[in-house]
Every structure is written in structure tokens, then in C-alpha cells.
């Protein structure tokens, strides 16, 4: 059981580069969401997904798109970085989104640096 | 609005200290849930705890203990006896029931960076 997986773990970007940070869980879980984090910020959530088909908008969107094709899968994709988007993201899964308070689990971070 | 407040940047204490990490939020739901998360040197997310709104229980978990006060909006955090490994950035959460439906959005704080010298 891995639990959710990211990859790559580390990447360089140059300014206007595009690429897609993958995110897999094996745990048949409804709600992923991608966070990403930066020094004295915190966690933000960047989009989410409710289930296959279904995904909606965080608090710092802007830049970043994601889909959900299965249950599994939730890639997110830098469409144009900018070294603004140098940053920890973190892809987390929970369970369901309908009980709301269920515990998030985190993948282990990809460290995005634009340069 | 929803936010959570670790007034807290960094902590400095010797192993054996106790020390607590405080949390403040703020939600007008009446449903919610909050939690701790740590996140050590090596990066990844460690769940710790979650509470919902209604149930105001404090809890121990070994050296860990939690102190939820409704009246003051407060979750705080405590570790007795602290240990090096304890060395750690911890962040409080919120999650809380959106119109229309529950959500598992999770509000975080900005974290405490703990440090534990030996």
C-alpha cells in the first residue's frame, strides 16, 4: 500500500517552461487536492477534485491546471511557470469530502524551483 | 471568513522541557474540524490529530497532549518532556462545512518551527 505518490521529486524549470507534477493514491480515496507551500505561508490549497470529472478552484489557482480522469490520478500542470511557482507542492487524499474532518493524507512534496 | 493563527514563528527549548504550541482559529460554522500536522527535517506531512467542534475533550497521546477551548477558539498543543526528535515545523488546520455540502479543505496556519537542543 503507497499510500499517495508524487513525482518527480525534485525539478528545475526555466521561465515558460510548462510540466505536470503527478500525484497517485491507492486508496480509493474521493477527495485530492493539491497544496503548495512557502516559507512563513503556511499551506494553500492550489485546486481540488471531489471525485472523478469534478474539480474546482483553491485559494492561488492562477497558473496551474489539474484534471480527473480516474480515481487515482490528479496531475497538475504549470502552464507557463514563472519563479513565482518556486515552491513545495504537496498532493494530499482523504477519504470523502462529504464527511467533512476526515484525515488528509500528504504525499512526500515535490521541490519546484524556477529559475 | 476562516483562518488560523500560530502566533508562534520559532521555539527554542532544551530536551526535557515541556513545551506548548498554540493555535487560534476563527470560523462562523458550527461544524468543524481542526487538526495538527507535524512536518520533521525530511519534509513529509505526519497527521497527529484531528478534533471536531463538538466534543471538547482534551487528549493525551503519550508525551502529546491537546487543549481544545471553544470559548477561546483555541487548539494548543503540548509536548511533555521534549525530545530532539520532536525537532519539527508543526501546523494547526481548519476544515470546515461550506454551503452546499462538506468539504475537506484544509485552512492550514503558518506553523511553528520547534527546535529541541540536547
Known amino acids: 500500500n503507497a499510500g499517495v505518490t508524487q513525482t518527480p521529486k525534485f525539478q528545475v524549470l526555466k521561465t515558460g517552461q510548462s510540466m505536470t507534477l503527478q500525484c497517485a493514491q491507492d486508496?480509493?480515496?474521493?477527495?485530492m487536492s493539491w497544496y503548495r507551500q512557502d516559507p512563513g505561508m503556511g499551506l494553500r490549497l492550489i485546486h481540488y477534485?471531489?471525485?472523478?470529472?469534478?474539480?474546482d478552484q483553491g485559494e492561488v489557482p492562477n497558473g496551474y491546471n489539474v484534471s480527473r480522469s480516474t480515481t487515482e490520478d490528479f496531475p497538475l500542470r504549470l502552464l507557463s511557470a514563472a519563479p513565482s511557482q518556486t515552491s513545495v507542492y504537496f498532493c494530499?487524499?482523504?477519504?470523502?469530502?462529504?464527511?467533512?474532518?476526515?484525515?488528509?493524507?500528504f504525499g512526500q512534496g515535490t521541490r519546484l524551483t524556477v529559475v | 471568513a476562516q483562518k488560523v493563527t500560530q502566533a508562534q514563528t520559532e521555539i527554542s527549548v532544551v530536551e526535557k522541557e515541556d513545551v506548548t504550541l498554540d493555535c487560534v482559529y476563527e470560523?462562523?460554522?458550527?461544524?468543524?474540524?481542526l487538526f495538527w500536522y507535524k512536518q520533521p527535517p525530511s519534509g513529509e506531512l505526519v497527521f497527529l490529530i484531528r478534533?471536531?467542534?463538538?466534543?471538547?475533550q482534551n487528549e493525551i497521546s503519550g508525551r502529546y497532549s491537546w487543549n481544545f477551548q471553544k470559548s477561546t477558539s483555541s487548539f494548543n498543543f503540548t509536548i511533555t518532556a521534549s525530545q530532539v526528535v520532536d525537532s519539527a515545523v508543526y501546523f494547526c488546520?481548519?476544515?470546515?462545512?461550506?454551503?452546499?455540502?462538506?468539504?475537506?479543505?484544509?485552512?492550514f496556519g503558518t506553523g511553528t518551527l520547534l527546535a529541541v537542543q540536547p
Open positions: 470560523t462562523r460554522d458550527t461544524t468543524y474540524y
Open positions: 494530499a487524499s482523504s477519504y470523502s469530502w462529504r464527511g467533512a474532518g476526515t484525515e488528509a493524507f
Open positions: 486508496m480509493n480515496h474521493e477527495y
Open positions: 478534533r471536531n467542534s463538538f466534543d471538547e
Open positions: 477534485s471531489v471525485g472523478a470529472g469534478i474539480t
Open positions: 488546520a481548519l476544515s470546515a462545512f461550506a454551503p452546499g455540502g462538506a468539504t475537506n479543505k484544509l485552512i
